[in-house]
């Protein structure tokens, strides 16, 4: 038996030059949702450095 892997957009089948997406649509979609921090591991959130820190100057 062979299943049809979809794609994880739009769950229509894949196509081989799109892998593991069906269309350029869907890929450019999925990119934008990474660039806008649409996706996210669980977790504490990270320390990021806060602007105008006098304590790094040497």
């Keep these: ?4 892997r ?3 957009i739009c ?3 894949r196509v ?3 892998t593991p997406f069906c ?3 869907c890929r450019d ?3 934008v949702k990474w660039l806008d921090d649409g996706y996210a591991l669980p977790g ?3 320390d990021l450095p806060s602007q105008g ?3 790094e100057e040497a």
């Design 1 to 4: 038996m062979t299943t049809t």
């Design 6 to 8: 979809l794609c994880p």
């Design 11 to 13: 769950r229509k089948p």
């Design 16 to 18: 081989a030059e799109h």
């Design 23 to 25: 269309s350029t649509r």
């Design 29 to 31: 979609r999925d990119l």
């Design 44 to 46: 504490p959130p990270a």
């Design 53 to 55: 820190d006098d304590d």
